[in-house]
């Protein structure tokens, strides 16, 4: 007696893709959130740094593709070899983090509409792939801080 292929191969198939939902196989969405967050007061009227930690207690990796802020234009840079550029996005993985720091990955903030004094707050709004946008607030740094934690 042959039995046929088609229903095995199907219910095969759809297992295969549920446990690839996840990076871990769990499925669960990304769970992202910001922690040590700050600018170092600039030191220039047009171009300004910005530093988080994106930590995702979800499964699912995300990547962080933009930041918009009333501040004016942010791009997403990628420091390589000690050479920084502008990229299109950075992973945020399942069950990790994403830094951004001072020598590393950072925020660039240019054609600013002012220019931010210590004690003040950036507001920025982070873009993902596939999560909702997440809201942060840069506190604004003397401009030689460097954290002693979160980074």
Request: charged share 20%.
């Amino acid at each position: 007696m042959r039995r046929p292929v088609a229903p095995l191969a199907a219910a095969l198939g759809a297992v295969l893709l549920l446990a690839g939902c996840g990076a871990d196989g769990s499925g669960s969405p990304a769970d992202l959130s910001v922690s040590a967050a700050y600018m170092p007061q600039p030191v220039s009227d047009s171009m300004a740094a910005g530093f988080l930690t994106l930590t995702n207690e979800g499964g699912t990796q995300d990547e962080l593709t933009s930041v918009t802020s009333d501040l004016g234009e942010v791009t997403v840079h990628e420091t390589a070899g000690g050479v920084m550029r502008k990229t299109a996005s950075l992973a945020v993985p399942a069950h990790g983090r994403l830094v951004l720091e001072s020598g590393g990955n950072h925020l660039m903030f240019e054609k600013l509409k002012h220019r931010p004094k210590e004690g003040e707050k950036v507001s920025v709004e982070l873009h993902f792939a596939h999560s909702d946008p997440v809201r942060a607030e840069l506190p604004v740094k003397p401009a030689t801080y460097r954290p002693s934690t979160g980074h």
